[in-house]
């Protein structure tokens, strides 16, 4: 008993340990800004910033010669802004439920093309984090998963359906005719004036996701750098030489590279870059967190024997989330959520006991991780800073067979910034601990702005829009006076046909079963209410306020199952260490924010008795006569 006890001791002694080496690490990445210490490129002032949001894949011939899928100020049934895969398969849900006809529905994107996030993102080494739907890798690459997302829109018949190249400014309730008025701007090229769009819809469908905003940090003296900058959503294989076919970087070979963050971005591209830079080097302020990818080749015969041949055969896979590198990650519920906990005690002694759980169920997981780091990489001082000191749930994992091995390499180097950043820009480069780098050129892999702050994290201020509903009710104000309002995530009061997610929902590893989750949801009220109207009449959904109020109390109440997220190191989960400085009124409108603590199956169970009950509780479905859709209105 002694011996155990001993053992048990010095199990505590080592997770205190632990946890305070976290605490260090996060405490000096905090910064008072928050998230404005990044300024998103659509915000600048600058032509130089700006124009890094340039769109270098579109085809901008074709795009101006194909026809335009609606006329100016005529009423569709349905309106969906974003061609990625949120948008598509609510398009595909609505064509199979036969509530909609693949005529019924525009498709309205910014980018040049079907993909969305898979669209944007064409630098070296993407592939997706997950294993996908048949592909010739278990980890699908990028052009494999654009090119899936044009398969669908064939199949589908939603190409002549889509217009590309436009940005929504304005959604706003028409209070007479009951119909959205939606306004963009269609980008025609170089050289060509856009066009100013308005049309009418029964329906919205806010489907672009939270990766719309690139950002970069707001570093001193930035313009006054002479070498090539850009971005890594927007990769310039102008630059760089080769293209996403063709990864032969061979305009690098006699230049001095210096990227900068350590995101999931640079995990993929930095095996390519350092095959062909003279120089590399890594700018890192927060170590990634990085796991073995163990890619292999698809095997058909092995899918056609364990998987296809089941009816609806992803299903079983996806909530269990297959046996990849997410499998072994039990502490990641501590953002996912779990229903090991029940509604939590909120106080503070059941909060440190609830936090030592998850950190003494992570640290087997993370020693492994800062193990191998060590391991591979043969420098033990640049091994040290490659080190992630933080517990799996404060970053979204990463997963390569290479990142690490090219710190081995003379050529690469990394220059860790003590959490502090690059403290200014000069002509030449950088200067990082009062040391410059000189490079011939700069990428930002630093991620994307999300909603919060300013515009409360409502869906429209996620995308980047200004929303009105009743009574010219803005949305951004709703969510910033008084937090997230919706019926499962989906919809809100004041907005009547116009849906979205996914605060108050639940989220998953997997994206893609989230999204195809929403477009169910949705499309099955659509459908219910569209059977409760008569012919010649058209269907007006809308969330009671009693209904989101129950709803967010749900929300609520189990709030405090995240209270570990406080600590963690700055980033996408806890607004870059804002999470740990609001007030109290601020932190209860916060938690409305927040998604179904208890996670994915319970929340599924949550939904399907709401279905089962088949009442479509909290939704007040009314009528009117049809627009003439497809018709220029007469308003």
């Known amino acids: 008993m002694a011996k155990r006890q001993r053992a048990q001791l010095t199990e505590r002694r080592k997770l205190e340990e632990v946890r305070k080496k976290y ?8 910064r008072p800004e ?65 509530v909609a006809s693949a005529e019924e529905i525009c498709i309205v994107d910014a980018a040049g093309g079907f993909g969305g996030t898979w669209y944007w993102h064409c630098y070296p080494g993407l592939h997706c984090d997950l294993e996908s739907y048949f592909p010739k890798q278990k980890y699908a690459p990028a052009a494999e998963i654009r090119g899936h997302a044009e398969r669908i829109v064939r199949k589908w018949r939603l190409e002549d359906q889509t217009l590309f190249r436009s940005d929504v400014q304005h959604v706003e309730w028409d209070d007479v ?174 909060e440190e006991r609830r936090a030592t759980w998850f950190h003494a169920l992570d640290l087997p997981h993370m020693e492994a991780v800062r193990t191998r780091v060590g391991d591979i990489v043969k420098d033990p001082a640049t091994a040290e800073k490659l080190k992630p000191w933080y517990p799996s749930w ?127 949801h949705v499309t099955y009220w659509i459908t219910e209410a569209e059977k409760c109207v008569s012919a010649g009449r058209r269907a007006i959904v809308e969330v009671t306020q009693e209904a989101e109020e129950k709803h967010s109390e749900e929300i609520v109440e189990r709030a405090p199952f995240f209270s570990s997220l406080a600590g963690c190191t700055p980033g996408y989960f806890n607004g870059h260490g804002q999470a740990t400085s609001q007030n109290p009124a601020e932190n209860k409108k916060q938690a409305r924010g927040l998604v179904w603590a208890e996670g994915t199956v319970s929340f599924l169970e949550y939904i399907g008795k709401w279905r089962a009950a088949g009442k479509l509780g909290g939704l007040e479905i009314r009528s009117r006569p049809r627009a003439n859709a497809r018709l220029p209105s007469k308003l």
């Open 177 to 350: 005719e009951e119909l959205w008025i939606v306004y963009f701007v269609e980008r025609r090229g170089p050289g060509l004036y856009p066009v100013n769009h308005r049309i009418k819809a029964q329906y919205v469908y806010l489907a672009a996701g939270v990766l719309t905003k690139p950002q970069i940090p707001k570093i001193p003296g930035l313009l006054s750098y002479k070498g090539d900058i850009f971005h890594t959503s927007r990769f310039d294989y102008e630059v760089t030489g080769g293209s996403q076919d063709d990864q032969t970087l061979s305009e690098l070979r006699d230049k001095r590279v210096a990227i900068g963050g350590t995101v999931a971005t640079v995990v993929g591209a930095i095996p390519t870059l350092a095959k062909y830079a003279k120089e590399l080097y890594v700018v890192q302020r927060m170590p990634a967190y990085v796991k073995p990818r163990n890619q292999q080749i698809t095997h058909a015969e092995e899918v056609k024997h364990n998987v296809a041949n089941m009816k609806g055969w992803r299903s079983p896979w996806q909530v269990n989330l297959v046996n990849d590198g997410w499998t072994d990650m039990p502490a990641y519920s501590a953002v996912m959520g779990s229903p090991a906990h029940g509604i939590v005690d909120p106080s503070p002694e059941d």
């Open 34 to 98: 928050g998230a404005a210490q990044f300024l998103p490129l659509s915000e600048s002032n600058e032509d130089r910033l700006h124009a890094l949001l340039d769109d270098p894949w579109a085809d901008h011939a074709a795009l101006n010669a194909r026809r335009s899928p609606f006329r100016n100020n005529e009423v569709v049934r349905f309106f969906v802004l974003g061609a990625d895969f949120g948008g598509l398969v609510y398009a595909v849900r609505l064509v199979e439920s036969v």
């Open 394 to 520: 404060c970053k979204r994992p990463t997963f390569s067979d290479e990142y690490l091995q090219v710190f081995n390499e003379p050529h690469v180097h990394l220059v860790d910034t003590d959490g502090q950043g690059p403290s200014h820009a000069t002509e030449q480069g950088l200067v990082v601990v009062g040391k410059e780098y000189q490079v011939d050129v700069l990428i930002f892999s630093t991620g994307y702005a999300v909603a919060g702050g300013r515009n409360g994290g409502s869906p429209a201020g996620r995308v980047g829009i200004e929303v009105r509903g009743r009574n010219g009710l803005s949305m951004n104000e709703k969510w910033r006076k008084n937090g997230a309002a919706t019926l499962h995530g989906y919809a809100t009061n004041g907005f009547p046909n116009l849906f979205s997610g996914t605060s108050q929902a639940t989220i998953t590893g997997n994206n893609v079963f989230m999204l195809s989750l929403i477009a169910r």
């Open 23 to 30: 605490a260090e690490e996060a405490n000096k990445r905090l």
